[in-house]
């Protein structure tokens, strides 16, 4: 079933509550090989590719490419007791925003505002699962969104694969994938996005593209990076 994205638009908005600003106060507690390396001025850089073909009902943008570089800023933020780590975005087309980094337990999530989707949190990976493994999740810090449930599935893909970015060789990949699900009128849940991430050890995320109702309206590849 396939409804307008507007309508979904006026739906959907993600409420974060407690979020305080906090600078570091010790050092990130990750190990030395980790999927998001936390440290203090770390950098990456991706182009972004925007697609919305006149063909696609949920066109966002129009066809556009952008530069689109992740700076951690030295500070942190609190999600209800989920510290986590302030990612600096700025973009060539488009104003500057803060996305956020979390790991913990070997889970690591994305929290970043999104214009089809407001503010989501995203658990992108399980560091110890292996390919196939499957567990749910809430891309908000509470279970609805505007009165209606919402969850993700999320997927270990592949794990321990070769990708080629910007001519760049990463190996030991983990490719995940996260179906985004809502349940309005208590019709039952439905998948309304599509994300799939491909992370590399000690750099974080190389690539990640994103559908919307089984159009591909966005890839972000990684260019370069520069971990502290």
Not at 14 to 39: D, E, M, R, V, W
Not at 44 to 52: P, T
Not at 108 to 125: K, N
Not at 140 to 146: E, G, Q, R
């Amino acid at each position: 079933m396939r409804k307008n994205l507007f309508v979904i638009l006026a739906l959907l908005t993600i409420g974060f509550s407690s979020c305080n600003k906090n600078p570091y106060k010790a050092a990130p507690p990750l190990t030395a090989y980790s999927y998001f390396p936390q440290t203090y001025g770390s950098t990456w850089r991706y182009r972004d590719s925007i697609f919305g073909e006149a063909t696609n009902p949920i066109a966002i943008y129009g066809i556009k490419n952008d530069t689109l570089t992740y700076t951690l800023n030295g500070a942190t933020t609190d999600f209800n007791s989920k510290i986590s780590y302030d990612v600096q975005v700025s973009s060539r087309l488009f104003s500057p925003h803060i996305a956020d980094f979390f790991a913990g337990n070997h889970i690591y999530e994305l929290i970043e505002p999104t214009l089809a989707f407001g503010m989501i949190d995203l658990q992108i990976l399980n560091d110890t699962a292996h390919a196939g493994y499957t567990w749910n999740s809430t891309p908000s810090l509470t279970t609805l969104l505007h009165n209606s449930p919402v969850r993700t599935i999320n997927t270990i893909v592949e794990t321990g694969i070769t990708k080629i970015e910007a001519g760049r060789i990463y190996t030991s990949v983990t490719h995940t994938a996260i179906n985004f699900q809502i349940n309005i009128n208590n019709q039952g849940f439905y998948n309304i996005a599509h994300f799939d991430f491909y992370l590399a050890g000690d750099v974080g995320i190389i690539e990640k593209d994103a559908y919307y109702y089984g159009y591909l309206n966005e890839t972000e590849t990684i260019v370069d990076f520069h971990i502290d």
